[in-house]
């Protein structure tokens, strides 16, 4: 995907180079930025940068999409500067914003969270769920940044370069939305450096291609590789552009970030139910989840707007710092999860109604890739909730998870089985 690379290389340049704090040989390193390439196929961008920054060789750039080689052609966390995979579009942003929660409420540290888009995946809904829930809780050590080329994959992008339109969206979902040049590096030098008591919008008209003599904002070449006398020529019109080659070395972060252990979490005392008392599973569930609660400050609880179904209530009672409104976006609280549980620093739990949880089947998939160590907990499941009718009852949500690799399914029929599957299921991988 060269020319997605293209109109992000200003960018992924000012980005790396100038504004984020961060130590190349320990990339996650917990007091480290964080930043989330959304639009993953633009991935080799991402794997020049670490390899200017000195984290990886030249020469194994040559290795790209080769099956015994880590450079897959999408960000995946084999490589140890990738927190989650992506890929699958409209979902990094989400991700990023489970980062920077972590980072503002449970780290309470200084590293920032970035994260990178294109146009084409803002078609996406998830990508609106992220930034409403941004806008809501402020998350004023978030910035997006959207790589507004104006080419989709087969067509141009809905809005094309009407940026302020763009910047008009944001701003109603509580974000501070800033229009820049996006191959202008004086330009994002300054609006990286706007900090502001919410989530910041970099708003980039870009250009696809940018560079590439009779390829630039031309149609019909995304994702096509340039023919070999055509990329040479273009490697040696860049290379002459280039004033200085003096390399450059990224600041390093300040080590706010505290240590954290989640291993080995016990609960601090054994079930307490009597023989033949009558517990719903759900509730045995808010029950376990509470008390864990108290064996570790790092077990956190999400839910969909459903706490007083699922029993996540009786968490967020008992910890109701650690506790995670996602509204009714199972999507986004997915990802959210998945982003607070990256680099150890939590572990999540994220609840609903079983069956809501088939609606975020992909993020849950993408979760999976990420190798991601979160808890979903779905209630009413199966016909039990039959007054309701078809649409509440979680039936192939069973199968769903199944079939998703390195996942662990647990299916408890009482309360003291609920609880053991709770403790178990926060210890397993």
């Not at 970099?202 to 630039?216: L, N, P, R």
């Not at 450059?248 to 139910?273: C, F, G, H, Q, W």
Request: glycine fraction near 8%; charged fraction near 20%; aromatic fraction near 10%.
């Amino acid at each position: 995907h060269p020319t997605s690379c293209c109109s992000a290389a200003e960018i992924m340049s000012v980005l790396f180079f100038h504004t984020m704090r961060y130590k190349v040989q320990d990339p996650r390193n917990a007091s480290n930025d964080r930043f989330v390439l959304s639009k993953g196929h633009a991935a080799p961008i991402l794997y020049s940068v670490w390899a200017e920054a000195g984290f990886l060789q030249e020469a194994e750039l040559l290795n790209l999409r080769k099956i015994d080689s880590v450079l897959e052609g999408h960000p995946v966390p084999r490589q140890a500067f990738t927190d989650v995979a992506t890929g699958s579009l409209g979902q990094g942003l989400g991700a990023a914003c489970g980062m920077a929660y972590t980072g503002k409420f449970f780290d309470r540290a200084s590293y920032r969270v970035y994260c990178l888009l294109g146009d084409g995946e803002l078609s996406e809904g998830s990508v609106w769920e992220a930034m409403a829930f941004a806008g809501f809780y402020k998350l004023d050590n978030l910035v997006a940044i959207f790589d507004i080329n104006r080419l989709g994959q087969s067509d141009p992008a809905p809005l094309q370069h009407h940026v302020e339109i763009y910047q008009k969206r944001c701003e109603a979902f509580g974000w501070h939305a800033i229009i820049v040049d996006g191959h202008s590096v004086e330009e994002l030098c300054k609006a990286f450096g706007q900090a502001k008591h919410q989530p910041t919008a970099i708003i980039a008209k870009t250009f696809k291609g940018k560079g590439i003599s009779g390829v630039e904002d031309k149609e019909s070449w995304h994702g096509k590789p340039l023919p070999k006398n055509m990329a040479e020529q273009v490697i040696q019109e860049i290379d002459d552009r280039i004033q200085n080659k003096k390399k450059l070395s990224p600041a390093l972060p300040e080590e706010d970030a505290p240590i954290v252990n989640i291993r080995n979490i016990k609960m601090p005392s054994p079930p307490t139910y009597k023989v033949g008392e009558k517990w719903a599973t759900r509730k045995a569930y808010g029950v376990a989840l509470a008390k864990l609660g108290h064996a570790n400050d790092r077990v956190i609880a999400l839910d969909g707007d459903t706490k007083n179904s699922t029993f996540s209530e009786l968490f967020k009672k008992e910890h109701p710092s650690r506790y995670i409104e996602c509204f009714i976006a199972e999507q986004n609280m997915v990802s959210i999860a998945v982003g607070c549980a990256t680099r150890d620093r939590t572990v999540a739990f994220a609840s609903t109604f079983a069956t809501f949880f088939s609606r975020a089947f992909d993020q849950i998939r993408m979760a999976a890739i990420s190798e991601s160590n979160i808890n979903l907990c779905g209630s009413h499941c199966g016909v039990s909730i039959g007054e309701d009718g078809p649409s509440q009852m979680g039936l192939e949500d069973l199968c769903m998870f199944r079939a998703i690799p390195t996942s662990t399914v647990f299916y408890p029929s009482d309360a003291v089985a609920t609880e053991k599957a709770v403790e178990i299921a926060a210890n397993t991988k």
